[in-house]
């Protein structure tokens, strides 16, 4: 899934928020610094899922049986092999 740049700096902002409305953590540093990190985090796990999404559905038409997407088959192979290939990735 992805998300517009304007989404992605309001999450940012709503973690912030929340993070000091819930004194989670003192922040000693710059809050732009903070939003930027943030929205770095947020963005390299976007285009992570991104990756790993390619490579399932890669998986997925390789099968010699066609499995029809958005059937129950494909969707709980699809669950099985992202959660594999996120665990890989993230070794």
């Known amino acids: 899934m992805m998300f517009s740049e304007d989404k992605v700096s309001h999450i940012t902002h709503l973690l912030l928020e929340g993070i000091k409305k819930d004194k989670l953590a003192r922040l000693l540093v710059d809050e732009i610094k903070i939003l930027r990190e943030i ?3 947020i963005n390299s796990e976007i285009k992570l899922d991104a990756e790993i999404d390619v490579i399932v559905r890669r998986k997925l038409d ?7 997407e958005s059937s ?15 665990k890989n990735k993230r070794r």
């Open 62 to 68: 390789s099968y010699s049986k066609k499995i029809i």
């Open 72 to 86: 129950s088959e494909w969707n709980v192979l699809y669950q099985k092999f992202f959660k594999e290939e996120l």
């Open 39 to 41: 929205k770095g985090i």
